[in-house]
């Protein structure tokens, strides 16, 4: 079995949500199958951060799809550092690119897409998109085109 003495939080029922924005609070273990290009993909459905300007509550979905290298993040430790942005103010692209950064970071994967779904106030959503492909290998080539790509076939949204 993979070595998972890194791994805290998942079954400790006395892991204390985060109220501050908490990258430390993210855990990996291995990937088993480093020899294999896959996909994995997280979605957030209630992710909630803070205006910097006037404090509102921002709301989105976000949605984050990684090839892992050697390191994989552990899931709630994910679901818990997307729990610190609650009460961090910050714009929506720059929320987005933060989570890339620190998840780029932490694992160093071969490619990664962050994108976030924000619902509207005021009348208008964004909808910010961050990809990152490792440097030399084909995947730098992928997030350019992923990147120039990405809203090639915007869904239909109806309810927002």
């Avoid at 692209?93 to 620190?102: A, L, P």
Wanted: charged residues 25%; hydrophobic residues 35%.
């Amino acid at each position: 079995m993979t070595n998972l003495k890194d791994i805290t939080l998942l079954g400790n029922q006395s892991v204390a949500y985060p109220t501050d924005y908490s990258p430390d609070i993210l855990e990996t273990f291995e990937n088993k199958h480093p020899d294999n290009d896959y996909f994995v993909k997280f979605n957030c459905p209630e992710f909630t951060s803070l205006c910097p300007i006037t404090g509102q509550p921002d709301f989105a979905a976000i949605y984050i799809s990684y090839v892992p290298n050697i390191k994989m993040v552990e899931s709630k430790s994910l679901k818990l550092y997307l729990f610190s942005f609650r009460n961090h103010g910050d714009f929506h692209e720059d929320c987005i690119n933060i989570i890339m950064k620190d998840l780029i970071k932490l694992m160093d994967p071969k490619y990664i897409e962050v994108w976030g779904k924000f619902t509207p106030r005021g009348g208008i959503s964004i909808d910010p998109y961050a990809n990152y492909g490792k440097k030399g290998t084909q995947w730098e080539t992928v997030a350019f085109n992923r990147l120039a790509n990405h809203d090639l076939y915007p869904e239909k949204i109806d309810n927002r």
